[in-house]
């Protein structure tokens, strides 16, 4: 406390430090503040480290522009107090007698303590625009352009160094957000703290979920559970069988590593919004947060469309990964290793944490390269641990990542999958469309779960059975929904009678049918297919899951197709005799071959463009960075034409509100705005209109049942729903 009392002295020679810099608070008050937060997270990381100093500076200095004589909290327009700061801190660094290295750094850190952290060349081209403004203080802002000069100087080489500046960076911008937000400091630190008595909850959880789904505790599994969440080893890779229990051993790892930081990391948003009403059960809400593009809008509909949370700090929270666990998606984590915008608002917290990766296989090549590479340049810097889980191992992924992590224990629960046989399997050679005409009387009695590779396909599925069986509760999902239309149909899904979907109910989903229709796709991605099915029950006495012909090979290739469909009889026969142990066969991997080189390509297009060797902010499109690095289709938002009405009005409400500085509301509308939004593809976009006005796409041919069409004839697809 000492520094930062000295810091606010020296400044009180120059300015009022009681002048109000945030809303209903001095200066002096925000300062203290973040350094109380700040201080205490740093000395949790970092502790006995002369880093503490450099944060207190930080937190002290980082709004000294706010005290300028032209800065004032009441007026509308302000000049931005990050440049101005900082060139009033170089111009008197040496009256202020810090006494303390990295005093650059200090001011480049004032300077961006709002934004990206830009290179020098963007700095200056800024400064450029920024000097034409007529309410700046400084005439000119040449200690900042001479500071860029010495910024390109900096020894980017000292990557420890430069890790632990960042992430002080990250730590005092906590601190700032919660002062600014007027959360207490003990609701964060506690975040970081050890749970107490969650090995006890974790098991009562564990025994009423068991009881539930399988009408009994298992001890002797849950006896295995604990064995292997207690090995002694820093990286974890777990291969069990589908509804084995792979959640129930993520959470004793939890219990047993004890982590600064849990991130589970789900495949969908649908996962991600079930498993998050899971671990609120078992840690409570005040431990755990949901992150991925579209929470705002399910932030938003929890609370019924109003225009004030119960918490309106949730959505930061959330998004500066403020919980002690967070369940997101592996582009959250993704965008944030490739140093994305104002990365270092999160980073920090991947240091002593666990990572949980479901379902690891479906990363594609590209999400593996950053991974690795991540873990090559961090490994030994941050303290994190890793479990991967998947009830389909991939022979390179596994191989990959022993490369990287030499420490990295491989469990496979061979003896479990041999346990269990839940599948009877036959190929016919009909599609989709064609089968269901011929199984009505099976429809009309069985749960059943219909898996389709395109959406188009669904679509067409769907409309034909809900012209045979009008009595039984049908429910469609796939990506092609508007976010608020999407998540009706997620709340169906439990009791539907028949679900139609695509790829999104392949994975993290805990539901069972009695039946299941796919069509043929890679034999990894219809073992997970057949996870929907009989996910509880003992050996079924008939066929239970039917394999279908495509009607296109779309989005796999056709050779892919081809082989899977040679394989079936192999894993026919394998399950015969092998029951469910079959599922490990690594040759049902052969099409991976064409994935090593596009993970290799994408790690030297990273070490190109040096990602992760400095700590400037890669700026790129989120979209586009999705794209090109991660491996993404490329796709964009736009509105439903059948929405079009309601955007607009919302439209004209924030054009108004963002003439004031009432972020709230602001967000509050886009947020309602976010729900109406749809993912398009390439293809998509040829029938999409562009609105000027709203600065996005309009498409038209779209239904609240059936979601986006590839129909041109609206009429005529719809005609057999209505």
């Excluded at 991947?350 to 593996?368: K, Q, R």
Aim: proline share 3%; aromatic share 12%; net charge neutral.
């Amino acid at each position: 406390m000492a520094d930062i009392m000295y810091f606010l002295q020296n400044l009180a020679e120059t300015f009022d430090i009681t002048k109000e810099t945030h809303e209903g608070k001095q200066y002096q008050k925000h300062v203290e503040e973040c350094y109380e937060l700040a201080g205490r997270l740093i000395r949790l990381y970092y502790p006995n480290n002369e880093l503490e100093k450099f944060v207190s500076a930080l937190c002290a200095l980082h709004d000294v522009g706010k005290l300028l004589p032209n800065w004032d909290i009441h007026k509308d327009q302000r000049p931005l107090h990050a440049v101005e700061g900082t060139e009033w801190f170089l111009r008197n660094r040496e009256e202020l007698k810090l006494g303390m290295p990295y005093e650059d750094m200090l001011a480049y850190l004032i300077f961006s303590h709002h934004s990206s952290l830009l290179v020098p060349m963007d700095v200056e081209s800024f400064l450029s625009r920024y000097e034409r403004r007529k309410d700046r203080y400084f005439e000119a802002y040449q200690e900042i352009r001479r500071l860029c000069k010495r910024i390109r100087a900096w020894d980017l080489k000292k990557r420890d160094l430069s890790v632990k500046l960042i992430d002080a960076m990250g730590m005092f911008k906590l601190a700032d957000i919660a002062s600014s937000m007027n959360i207490p400091d003990s609701e964060i630190i506690r975040q970081y703290m050890e749970l107490e008595k969650v090995e006890t909850t974790i098991r009562e959880k564990i025994e009423q979920r068991a009881k539930k789904k399988m009408k009994q505790f298992d001890g002797q599994k849950f006896r295995i559970q604990q064995d292997i969440a207690s090995i002694n080893k820093r990286h974890l890779l777990l291969n069990a069988p589908t509804g084995w229990g792979k959640t129930a051993l993520s959470l004793l790892r939890v219990a047993n590593l004890k982590p600064f930081k849990v991130f589970y990391v789900l495949p969908t948003i649908t996962a991600i919004k079930e498993f998050y009403e899971n671990l609120e059960g078992i840690f409570g809400s005040d431990y755990v947060g949901e992150y991925f593009y579209f929470v705002d809008v399910e932030l938003l509909q929890k609370r019924g469309d109003s225009l004030t949370y119960d918490r309106d700090d949730l959505f930061d929270i959330y998004r500066y990964f403020i919980p002690k666990i967070n369940v997101t998606t592996i582009d959250q984590i993704l965008l944030t290793m490739l140093q994305s915008g104002k990365y270092y608002t999160r980073r920090f917290n991947f240091n002593n944490a666990l990572f949980i990766f479901d379902e690891y296989h479906l990363f594609t090549p590209e999400m593996m390269a950053i991974l690795e590479t991540f873990f090559n340049e961090f490994s030994k810097l941050y303290k994190f641990s890793l479990l991967l889980m998947s009830a389909t191992p991939s022979p390179l992924y596994e191989e990959e990542l022993q490369r990287v992590l030499p420490d990295l224990k491989i469990c496979t629960l061979k003896s479990e999958y041999e346990k269990l046989r839940r599948h009877r399997i036959e190929y016919v050679d009909d599609t989709i469309s064609e089968f269901v005409k011929n199984k009505i009387d099976l429809l009309r009695e069985k749960r059943t779960l219909i898996i389709s590779n395109t959406v188009c396909g669904a679509q067409k599925v769907y409309k034909e059975l809900t012209s045979y069986l009008r009595e039984r509760k049908i429910v469609l999902l796939h990506r092609k929904f508007t976010y608020s239309d999407r998540s009706e149909k997620e709340k169906e899904i439990e009791k539907a009678d028949l679900l139609v979907s695509t790829q999104v109910a392949e994975v993290s989903l805990d539901i069972s049918f009695d039946y299941l229709i796919t069509e043929i796709a890679p034999i990894p991605s219809l073992i997970q297919r057949f996870g929907r099915v009989n996910r509880y029950g003992g050996i079924p006495s008939e066929v239970n899951v039917f394999i279908c012909k495509e009607e296109t090979s779309y989005p796999y290739l056709s050779n892919v197709l081809n082989r899977a469909r040679s394989a079936i009889d192999k894993l026919k026969e394998g399950l015969e005799r092998k029951n469910e142990a079959i599922y490990l066969e690594k040759s049902f991997w052969d099409f991976e071959q064409f994935f090593k080189e596009k993970i290799d390509k994408a790690k030297k297009e990273i070490e190109r463009r040096g990602i992760m060797q400095d700590f400037y902010s890669y700026l790129i499109k989120e979209e586009k960075m999705l794209h090109d690095f991660l491996g993404r289709e490329e796709s964009w938002l736009a509105v439903p034409d059948l929405y079009l009405d309601n955007v607009n009005i919302l439209f004209n409400k924030l054009r108004e509100l963002r003439r004031t500085r009432k972020y709230k509301d602001v967000r509050n509308i886009y947020t309602q705005i976010k729900k109406y939004f749809i993912p398009i593809s390439c293809g998509d976009l040829k029938k999409a209109q562009w609105d000027e006005n709203l600065r996005c796409y309009v498409v038209s041919n779209y239904d609240e049942k059936l979601g986006l069409l590839s129909n041109d004839n609206l009429e005529e697809a719809l005609k057999t729903v209505y």
